[in-house]
């Protein structure tokens, strides 16, 4: 048990609709991460929080937004959800930011599937 | 840009073989980080291995062992007397200090351990 929390663990819905994904971090940690993992992409890093500010973009879709909470949860929003963007999502915390020395450690992830 | 390779994409292995997973990374930074991440089949992604630029020095941790070569730009890993448990989806990663903390993923490599 790495000590991220995610909710929910299995997401069903239709096309067109908007979900909201969560995680709590490690204790002690500030930063967030969000990754998505599909068949076709592989894993790909999509957007970083440190302590409430977005830090890191990656190939996230204008679809998609994110934001961490002042208790330092964080929330990955997707709207107008496509078939493609079925995938497993993880969100990963570590202790700081702008240093590559932070090893990240993993939620169980969310799966979503887009009907 | 940065960029992992796995080119084994799946490796069969009887009950205590050994193996070796290949990882070969390309970056511009001289300061970089590399990680090996398991998937199990249960999914969550379970932290293994750091290693930063400047240190070449081989690890061995029970029956996991992990050679850095710069030379080579290769990170591999090899799991001594294989059991079934380490049946999973293995990753390689990289975070240039340039790049923040994002990790960059290869594709993975699939390994199955039959008794």
């Known amino acids: 048990d790495s000590g991220v929390t995610q909710t929910p663990k299995h997401l069903i819905t239709a096309t067109g609709q908007r979900v909201t994904l969560r995680c709590s971090p490690r204790?002690?940690?500030?930063?967030v991460y969000w990754y998505q993992q599909s068949l076709d992409q592989g894993l790909q890093f999509l957007i970083q929080y440190y302590n409430g500010e977005e830090r890191a973009k990656g190939n996230i879709l204008e679809r998609f937004s994110a934001q961490q909470f002042p208790d330092l949860h964080s929330e990955l929003n997707l709207s107008s959800l496509e078939l493609g963007d079925s995938a497993l999502y993880f969100c990963?915390?570590?202790?700081?930011?702008?240093?590559?020395?932070?090893?990240?450690?993993f939620g169980p992830g969310t799966r979503l599937t887009v009907l | 840009a940065q960029k992992v390779t796995q080119a084994q994409t799946e490796i069969s292995v009887v009950e205590k073989e050994d193996v070796t997973l290949d990882c070969v990374y390309e970056?511009?930074?001289?300061?970089?980080?590399l990680f090996w991440y398991k998937q199990p089949p249960s999914g969550e992604l379970v932290f293994l291995i750091r290693r930063n630029s400047f240190d070449e020095q081989n690890e061995i941790s029970g029956r996991y062992s992990w050679n850095f070569q710069k030379s080579t730009s290769s990170f591999n890993f090899t799991i001594t007397a294989s059991q079934v448990v380490d049946s999973a989806v293995y990753f390689c990663a990289l975070s240039e200090e340039n790049a923040g903390n994002m990790l960059t993923f290869g594709g993975g490599t699939r390994l199955m351990v039959k008794p």
């Open positions: 970056t511009r930074d001289t300061t970089y980080y």
């Open positions: 204790s002690g940690d500030l930063s």
């Open positions: 990963a915390s570590s202790v700081s930011t702008g240093y590559p020395t932070d090893t990240q450690y």
